[in-house]
């Protein structure tokens, strides 16, 4: 957060005309303009607090009666209506039966009783090849991972097990009915273990889904649709939004669809792509540069990390030229990468291929025994798959 | 008059086979040692246990119970800190645990090697690491040990392997100093230590397969405070016979909170993995009078008068006292001296925690790498750029 905080106020610090330009750096697919300048030498001296501000979205009618809830509150929430609806639902995982350490399952244990909600023993592998097994049996499996930073005993499980069971199995078998929640994302005094967002390591395998809120609202509606899904997802929870974010949450059950991203604000000149806590900092700073510099910035919240919403957000960067993302996870090979490599190899080689009348192919699939992995621009009728 | 007497008992020591104090002690009417009978220990596996007394000389408890007080008042100043937000983060306390970093450290060698999980301090500490560097570690500070930049969780010393925050995930590091240590042939043993929370997770029992295959010298050592985090062991696991766990590998179930117990424990299990037999496992049941960390107030897994009858039953420096001052081994007058002492100890070394500047901005992106030029590190924003060095 203290990153692009300050990447922002660095990028949006006012100089006087005729300035240099500059490179904003790999991240970004379009040239800054020139009136945006660098922090310069004192901006490795100056401390930055880390903030944001919650922006809450205006409630929304259309789901029936709302009730003010922070994030915990909403994911209570949501679990409360898939244990209502789904007989064979379960939640379990480490500390969840008093509530969770941030409160998320509160209740839940008195109402539905402890064979719905139960605790287990400080195993994560064991947690998710457990939810797995619950899973492939038509049940609803919702597992905990009490941080993200302590999913990658659980790696193995979700990438090698979950992910693939599908696939191997020829649709025979599956564990779609798995989703597993974890808190996410930096809190200010988390360091090493307890700040991690891992989104982009399992972004990296395909048959899962993974979902980051950035509102409560936003998180019932992500988290119900995840549960339903018929795929195992991952739900991320950005823990410091738990407590801070409050808004009108709908109490009955209502879904928000997978893979779309949401355009928060329109605008004409940048794009800016966040997820999470940072789409808070994105607005932040969308404000800013409409006020300080008279730049329209469009947000876009992609919600789904994993598929994701490539129409919305080539879309968009057709529409103003330049994008702009933001994340909190290290750089090298953050998702930001993957999206920016993307809009910029079909952005671009779209454009080419039309003029050339040629298709994009791409396709991009991984199993046991062959890779077929194929981008080529070829003449229309003719496909070639290149083993 | 003071200084006289020791020279004159310094003379009449002879060839310093004992310490001039000891000589010095005899006018002032103090026993040297006394015997103590310590509880059995149970036993998995094993033909004979560590024996049922032991010799404790005043010397040595003194030692222990200044080592004890030191780390009691420590984490206790710690607490103060965290809540006055000189210290923030996460930090894990060990009071009532004081017998367990004290007692291990007395059966082993410093030349021995030992890791642990994140409640680590007082280890740090026996491990001989100044109470200074620890709290100037906890306060983020350039004087702590690992230069402000590890915290609670990540403090390492000589033969100290820290510090680590993922549970569990030390075990098999541990077994691989084990087999450091048998391959270097120079007689060490390695303590590898982690809690009953920790004794469920999975890499653990494969650090006790390919210890046992190796017959490594690894002592693994179950701390068990009967909580982790917030579960009590019998929500946790389906034997709560922690030293029983490793199956194959022998163990032994021993008393935490008396630090002799630990002690003679320890010396056995230690000779018993030098003797080249293999690993062997060590059950601690101990207490810890904090909550898990500094979040967590304790009480909501469990009444307050069961740590309040703990602390009157079982504290582990009320125990050692109480056998020094019944036995004649010290005064009361004696230990209150050391108690004011080590107050002031703490005290000065909470004043340098607090005063010491934090690390420069420049260290941030230093010992990311080992590379022999330096390599720049983009910091929060792309036109900050921090060298690496390391």
Same mark, same amino acid.
């Given at each position: 957060? #203290?990153?692009?905080?300050?990447?922002?106020?660095?990028?949006?610090?006012?100089?006087? #005309?005729?300035?240099?330009?500059?490179?904003?750096?790999?991240?970004?697919?379009?040239?800054?303009?020139?009136?945006?300048?660098?922090?310069?030498?004192?901006?490795?001296?100056?401390?930055?607090?880390?903030?944001?501000?919650?922006?809450?979205?205006?409630?929304?009618?259309?789901?029936?009666?709302?009730?003010?809830?922070?994030?915990?509150?909403?994911?209570?929430?949501?679990?409360?209506?898939?244990?209502?609806?789904?007989?064979?639902?379960?939640?379990?995982?480490?500390?969840? #039966?008093?509530?969770?350490?941030?409160?998320?399952?509160?209740?839940?244990?008195?109402?539905?009783?402890?064979?719905?909600?139960?605790?287990?023993?400080?195993?994560?592998?064991?947690?998710?090849?457990?939810?797995?097994?619950?899973?492939?049996?038509?049940?609803?499996?919702?597992?905990?991972?009490?941080?993200?930073?302590?999913?990658?005993?659980?790696?193995?499980?979700?990438?090698?097990?979950?992910?693939?069971?599908?696939?191997?199995?020829?649709?025979?078998?599956?564990?779609?009915?798995?989703?597993?929640?974890?808190?996410?994302?930096?809190?200010?005094?988390? #360091?090493?273990?307890? !700040?991690?967002?891992?989104?982009?390591?399992?972004?990296?395998?395909?048959?899962?889904?993974?979902?980051?809120?950035?509102?409560?609202?936003?998180?019932?509606?992500?988290?119900?649709?995840?549960?339903?899904?018929?795929?195992?997802?991952?739900?991320?929870?950005?823990?410091?939004?738990?407590?801070?974010?409050?808004?009108?949450?709908?109490?009955?059950?209502?879904?928000?669809?997978?893979?779309?991203?949401?355009?928060?604000?329109?605008?004409?000149?940048?794009?800016?792509?966040?997820?999470?806590?940072?789409?808070?900092?994105?607005?932040?700073?969308?404000?800013?540069?409409?006020?300080?510099?008279?730049?329209?910035?469009?947000?876009?919240?992609?919600?789904?990390?994993?598929?994701?919403?490539?129409?919305?957000?080539?879309? !968009?960067?057709?529409?103003?030229?330049?994008?702009?993302?933001?994340?909190?996870?290290?750089?090298?090979?953050?998702?930001?990468?993957?999206? !920016?490599?993307?809009?910029?190899?079909?952005?671009?080689?779209?454009?080419?291929?039309?003029?050339?009348?040629?298709?994009?192919?791409?396709?991009?699939?991984?199993?046991?025994?062959?890779?077929?992995?194929?981008?080529?621009?070829?003449?229309?009728?003719?496909?070639?798959?290149?083993? | 008059?003071?200084?006289?007497?020791?020279?004159?008992?310094?003379?009449?020591?002879?060839?310093?086979?004992?310490?001039?104090?000891?000589?010095?002690?005899?006018?002032?009417?103090?026993?040297?040692?006394?015997?103590?009978?310590?509880?059995?220990?149970?036993?998995?596996?094993?033909?004979?246990?560590?024996?049922?007394?032991?010799?404790?000389?005043?010397?040595?408890?003194?030692?222990?119970?200044?080592?004890?007080?030191?780390?009691?008042?420590?984490?206790?100043?710690?607490?103060?800190?965290?809540?006055?937000?000189?210290?923030?983060?996460?930090?894990?306390?060990?009071?009532?645990?004081?017998?367990?970093?004290?007692?291990?450290?007395?059966?082993?060698?410093?030349?021995?090697?030992?890791?642990?999980?994140?409640?680590?301090?007082?280890?740090?500490?026996?491990?001989?690491?100044?109470?200074?560097?620890?709290?100037?570690?906890?306060?983020?500070?350039?004087?702590?040990?690992?230069?402000?930049?590890?915290?609670?969780?990540?403090?390492?010393?000589?033969?100290?392997?820290?510090?680590?925050?993922?549970?569990?995930?030390?075990?098999?590091?541990?077994?691989?100093?084990?087999?450091?240590?048998?391959?270097?042939?120079?007689?060490?043993?390695?303590?590898?230590?982690?809690?009953?929370?920790?004794?469920?997770?999975?890499?653990?029992?494969?650090?006790?397969?390919?210890?046992?295959?190796?017959?490594?010298?690894?002592?693994?050592?179950?701390?068990? +405070?009967?909580?982790?985090?917030?579960?009590?062991?019998?929500?946790?696991?389906?034997?709560?016979?922690?030293?029983?766990?490793?199956?194959?590998?022998?163990?032994?179930?021993?008393?935490?909170?008396?630090?002799?117990?630990?002690?003679?424990?320890?010396?056995?299990?230690?000779?018993?993995?030098?003797?080249?037999?293999?690993?062997?496992?060590?059950?601690?049941?101990?207490?810890?009078?904090?909550?898990?960390?500094?979040?967590?107030?304790?009480?909501?897994?469990?009444?307050?008068?069961?740590?309040?009858?703990?602390?009157?039953?079982?504290?582990?420096?009320?125990?050692?006292?109480?056998?020094?001052? +019944?036995?004649?081994?010290?005064?009361?007058?004696?230990?209150?001296?050391?108690?004011?002492?080590?107050?002031?100890?703490?005290?000065?070394?909470?004043?340098?925690?607090?005063?010491?500047?934090?690390?420069?901005?420049?260290?941030?992106?230093?010992?990311?790498?080992?590379?022999?030029?330096?390599?720049?590190?983009?910091?929060?924003?792309?036109?900050?750029?921090?060298?690496?060095?390391?």
């Amino acid at each position: 957060m #203290a990153a692009v905080a300050s990447r922002a106020a660095g990028i949006l610090r006012l100089r006087a #005309a005729g300035a240099e330009r500059r490179w904003c750096g790999p991240r970004c697919a379009g040239l800054v303009q020139g009136f945006l300048q660098p922090g310069g030498e004192d901006a490795a001296q100056k401390r930055r607090v880390a903030h944001f501000t919650f922006q809450p979205d205006p409630e929304s009618l259309q789901y029936g009666q709302t009730q003010k809830m922070n994030l915990f509150q909403s994911i209570t929430s949501a679990l409360d209506n898939s244990l209502a609806k789904d007989p064979t639902a379960v939640i379990f995982g480490e500390d969840v #039966a008093f509530g969770g350490v941030f409160r998320c399952t509160v209740g839940l244990r008195d109402k539905y009783g402890k064979d719905r909600v139960f605790n287990t023993p400080l195993c994560e592998q064991g947690i998710v090849g457990f939810g797995i097994g619950i899973a492939v049996t038509g049940a609803t499996a919702i597992a905990e991972i009490q941080f993200a930073d302590y999913i990658f005993p659980a790696f193995d499980q979700i990438v090698n097990e979950a992910a693939k069971y599908r696939y191997r199995s020829g649709d025979l078998f599956n564990c779609g009915s798995l989703t597993i929640r974890a808190p996410w994302g930096c809190v200010g005094h988390g #360091a090493l273990y307890h !700040s991690q967002s891992p989104e982009a390591f399992f972004a990296h395998c395909p048959g899962i889904k993974v979902v980051i809120p950035r509102s409560p609202f936003q998180a019932k509606g992500l988290l119900l649709s995840c549960i339903e899904d018929k795929n195992p997802c991952i739900f991320f929870e950005p823990k410091i939004l738990y407590r801070a974010a409050v808004e009108q949450v709908p109490v009955e059950p209502y879904k928000i669809p997978l893979s779309q991203a949401e355009v928060i604000q329109e605008g004409s000149d940048v794009t800016l792509v966040a997820w999470g806590t940072q789409v808070h900092v994105i607005r932040e700073v969308a404000s800013m540069a409409q006020e300080k510099l008279g730049v329209s910035c469009e947000i876009i919240d992609l919600r789904t990390i994993v598929p994701w919403d490539m129409d919305t957000v080539c879309k !968009s960067v057709v529409k103003t030229g330049r994008l702009l993302i933001s994340h909190e996870a290290p750089l090298t090979g953050g998702f930001a990468s993957e999206i !920016s490599s993307t809009v910029q190899c079909k952005h671009v080689i779209d454009d080419f291929l039309e003029k050339a009348k040629l298709t994009f192919l791409s396709q991009e699939q991984c199993c046991l025994t062959t890779i077929k992995f194929a981008v080529v621009g070829i003449p229309n009728g003719v496909r070639k798959n290149v083993s | 008059m003071r200084k006289m007497l020791a020279a004159v008992s310094r003379v009449l020591a002879g060839a310093a086979q004992k310490p001039a104090s000891r000589v010095l002690i005899a006018s002032r009417n103090f026993a040297n040692d006394a015997t103590f009978d310590i509880k059995k220990c149970d036993l998995h596996r094993l033909e004979e246990g560590p024996p049922v007394t032991t010799v404790l000389t005043r010397e040595d408890g003194l030692k222990y119970y200044r080592m004890m007080q030191t780390v009691r008042r420590m984490e206790l100043k710690a607490d103060q800190l965290y809540k006055q937000k000189i210290i923030r983060g996460f930090c894990h306390l060990c009071d009532g645990q004081e017998a367990c970093c004290v007692g291990l450290e007395a059966g082993i060698n410093p030349t021995d090697h030992l890791i642990t999980a994140y409640r680590a301090h007082g280890f740090t500490f026996t491990r001989g690491l100044p109470v200074r560097a620890i709290l100037a570690e906890l306060t983020g500070r350039r004087g702590g040990c690992a230069k402000g930049k590890g915290g609670s969780m990540h403090m390492y010393a000589k033969n100290f392997y820290g510090g680590n925050g993922i549970v569990g995930a030390q075990v098999p590091l541990g077994a691989g100093i084990a087999l450091a240590c048998k391959y270097n042939g120079k007689d060490e043993v390695c303590l590898t230590l982690y809690g009953d929370g920790a004794a469920n997770q999975g890499q653990i029992f494969e650090a006790y397969n390919m210890a046992a295959l190796w017959k490594l010298p690894c002592i693994f050592i179950c701390e068990n +405070n009967r909580y982790g985090m917030g579960t009590s062991v019998e929500r946790a696991a389906a034997s709560t016979d922690y030293y029983k766990r490793g199956d194959f590998i022998p163990g032994l179930r021993v008393d935490g909170m008396d630090i002799l117990c630990v002690r003679e424990a320890t010396k056995f299990a230690a000779a018993y993995c030098r003797s080249g037999k293999g690993p062997i496992l060590m059950e601690l049941q101990t207490y810890r009078y904090h909550g898990h960390s500094m979040s967590d107030p304790g009480v909501s897994y469990r009444t307050r008068e069961e740590i309040q009858e703990v602390r009157s039953k079982s504290d582990p420096i009320m125990l050692l006292k109480d056998r020094m001052v +019944n036995s004649n081994l010290a005064s009361v007058e004696e230990l209150k001296e050391i108690d004011v002492e080590v107050r002031k100890e703490i005290e000065d070394a909470a004043q340098f925690a607090t005063a010491d500047p934090e690390p420069p901005l420049e260290e941030l992106g230093y010992h990311i790498y080992s590379s022999d030029p330096p390599f720049e590190v983009r910091g929060a924003n792309q036109w900050i750029k921090f060298k690496s060095v390391s």
